[in-house]
């Protein structure tokens, strides 16, 4: 027989719907950051598009001695306002490149400047009422087409935003983040190395373990701070290289490669250190032939990520002057050079439209360049991960 009179615990009925409330504020949350992650790229994207093209206007151009020496006369006194200023101060570098074009005139497509730009792509009206006329009848004339913009991926920056590009900033990174991982992954993992394998647990080592997960947490603009006091002032390094700034980065990165190595080696079973051992081998020969090959692919997959979170800083090298206006590319570690984050910061700060979108395609070209970091460390993590 069926008892009818069942008893519910009031206690388990709150314990229930305080657990139903917290799943329901978990998958909210959830939701809210997964909303504002689609807005915010919708955002970037859609400012983004149109530095994907440029404009250009097709007019005559008379190339010869006097027109070198000032571009701005080279061309009608009419498209004088709606042509990119540092395009025809480059006309010098087109004629060496094409001598025949010396004494003549001829039809050429000029880069159209910034505000004829944004008022092509409807973001300003700005232009004057003339200079509307001038390029509404060049529109309509055909002799005005939007072309992809390779500047903008095979030129520096520039004063000019329509002539402006990420390579110079692009090069810069790679030479830093290359600094920075030649000093701080070979420390980092030789010192993860000693003190989880040969160091003896005494309070100094505590005391060193302790000060590095410290220095993985303190701001990162005191490593800028201790990069400008050690490395420029006491060293006498060049102000705003690569070398500076992979060094300052490098330390940054230390404690991170350090914590993340040290993780990867704990996960070495004991049993493989007994082996060896029982074979004879000597310390340094487990380490080296047997706990390093097996914990490599942790301590890759930390790297990356610590890589990853450098190459996004942008506090300790505006310390150290990597913040430059630097127009043309880095040919060593030593040159003058700045970094996309960088490049970023300063192209926000600019007053004219038209850096509007360059900076969100630059922040677009830094998180795909992040994304794949992060992948590839998800990449060697799975690929390469022995469970035991």
């Not at 909303?35 to 598009?49: P, Q, T, Y």
């Not at 097996?294 to 610590?306: D, E, K, N």
């Not at 310390?319 to 043309?328: H, K, L, S, T, Y």
Request: with cysteine.
């Amino acid at each position: 027989m069926k008892n009818e009179n069942i008893f519910i615990d009031p206690q388990l009925q709150k314990r229930h719907l305080k657990s139903k409330i917290f799943k329901l504020f978990a998958f909210s949350s959830l939701l809210v950051a997964c909303l504002f992650l689609v807005w915010f790229l919708s955002d970037m994207v859609n400012r983004a598009i149109p530095a994907v093209k440029n404009n250009w206007i097709q007019i005559e151009v008379t190339y010869n001695e006097t027109t070198i020496e000032n571009p701005r006369k080279s061309i009608d006194k009419k498209y004088r306002k709606i042509a990119s200023k540092a395009w025809l101060r480059d006309i010098r570098f087109y004629v060496e490149k094409h001598p025949e074009l010396l004494d003549t005139t001829t039809l050429t497509w000029v880069l159209a400047d910034d505000q004829v730009d944004q008022y092509i792509k409807g973001h300003n009206n700005r232009l004057k009422s003339k200079q509307k006329k001038i390029v509404d009848n060049l529109q309509e004339s055909g002799k005005l087409e939007s072309r992809f913009n390779t500047i903008f991926f095979t030129r520096g920056d520039s004063k000019h935003p329509e002539y402006s590009g990420l390579l110079s900033a692009t090069v810069g990174t790679i030479l830093t983040l290359l600094v920075t991982m030649a000093f701080a992954f070979p420390i980092g993992v030789m010192t993860s190395i000693y003190l989880e394998e040969f160091a003896p647990k005494n309070r100094f080592t505590e005391f060193i373990e302790i000060n590095i997960n410290n220095l993985a947490a303190i701001p990162s603009i005191l490593f800028g701070l201790l990069g400008l006091a050690v490395f420029i002032t006491l060293f006498g390094m060049p102000r705003s290289s690569p070398l500076v700034g992979g060094l300052t980065l490098g330390l940054m990165t230390l404690p991170i490669i350090i914590v993340s190595s040290r993780a990867a080696l704990r996960t070495v079973p004991d049993s493989i250190r007994e082996a060896g051992y029982g074979l004879g081998l000597t310390k340094w020969q487990i380490v080296k032939d047997h706990v390093l090959p097996l914990a490599m692919p942790g301590i890759l997959t930390g790297s990356i990520i610590g890589l990853a979170q450098a190459m996004g800083e942008t506090a300790p090298l505006i310390i150290v002057g990597m913040i430059a206006f630097i127009p043309d590319s880095p040919t060593s570690i030593t040159d003058a050079a700045t970094v996309l984050p960088a490049q970023i910061f300063t192209w926000a700060g600019m007053p004219e439209t038209a850096y509007i979108e360059r900076t969100a395609a630059a922040i677009l070209v830094l998180l795909v360049i992040l994304i794949t970091l992060n992948a590839i460390a998800i990449y060697l993590r799975k690929k390469y991960e022995i469970k035991w």
